[in-house]
């Protein structure tokens, strides 16, 4: 079976950093959402991919690679154990383990609308993964399919900061200074 995917989806690669936890290095497709995420930032797209499994941060890398913002990118499952992802112009990276799919972070849990007093310490925002997310829009507004407003918030000052900005969701947990 062959599944359209949009690029979008593909660029939430840029949210993953952590090479040594595998099951976050990569984007996760399920239930018509994309997520990507490295522990302590967070990133999902609405997607109609009629799809669920996982794409790793390396396929993600080779098929973008090189690509012009017309290209057309698939996931191509020929049976169970076999998983290519292409791009339109034949460029094509083998899914190593295709039976091999970790479960989505579950997001909707980390933003608790409950105030918690667990920890009294100053808190700040790491600015360089904002940066990361900045990146991955600056990347997705290729076909100014992204509203330029985004908006920040967080229910209280220990909370995890939700940043939204059209179709795409984040999330930036704190750190102590």
Same mark, same amino acid.
């Given at each position: 079976?062959?599944?359209? #995917? &949009? $690029?979008?989806?593909?660029?939430?690669?840029?949210?993953?950093?952590?090479?040594?936890?595998?099951?976050?290095?990569?984007?996760?497709?399920?239930?018509?959402?994309? #997520?990507? @995420?490295? !522990?302590?930032?967070? !990133?999902? %797209?609405?997607? @109609? *991919?009629?799809?669920?499994?996982? *794409?790793?941060?390396?396929?993600?890398?080779?098929?973008? &690679? !090189?690509?012009?913002?017309?290209?057309?990118?698939? %996931?191509?499952?020929?049976?169970?154990?076999?998983?290519?992802?292409?791009?339109?112009?034949?460029?094509?990276?083998?899914?190593?383990?295709?039976?091999?799919? /970790?479960?989505? /972070?579950?997001? +909707?849990?980390?933003?608790?609308?409950?105030?918690? &007093?667990?920890?009294?310490?100053?808190? !700040? #925002?790491?600015?360089?993964?904002?940066?990361?997310?900045?990146?991955?829009?600056?990347? %997705?507004?290729?076909?100014?399919?992204?509203?330029?407003?985004?908006?920040?918030?967080?229910? +209280? /000052?220990?909370?995890?900061?939700?940043?939204?900005? =059209?179709?795409?969701? =984040?999330? %930036?947990?704190?750190? $102590?200074?």
């Amino acid at each position: 079976m062959n599944y359209l #995917i &949009n $690029r979008n989806v593909l660029f939430l690669h840029l949210l993953t950093s952590d090479e040594s936890r595998p099951n976050l290095n990569g984007v996760h497709v399920n239930a018509g959402k994309a #997520i990507a @995420s490295d !522990g302590t930032l967070l !990133g999902s %797209v609405e997607c @109609s *991919l009629d799809w669920n499994g996982f *794409l790793p941060t390396e396929a993600c890398k080779a098929v973008l &690679n !090189g690509a012009k913002k017309h290209h057309v990118f698939q %996931v191509e499952q020929p049976d169970e154990n076999t998983l290519f992802l292409t791009r339109c112009d034949g460029v094509s990276f083998k899914i190593k383990d295709a039976k091999y799919a /970790p479960t989505a /972070p579950d997001f +909707e849990s980390i933003m608790s609308k409950e105030p918690t &007093n667990a920890l009294n310490c100053p808190v !700040g #925002i790491n600015l360089a993964l904002l940066t990361r997310i900045e990146g991955y829009l600056k990347k %997705v507004r290729v076909n100014e399919d992204l509203p330029l407003g985004t908006s920040f918030s967080f229910s +209280e /000052p220990l909370s995890p900061i939700m940043i939204e900005c =059209g179709p795409f969701k =984040g999330i %930036v947990m704190p750190c $102590r200074l």
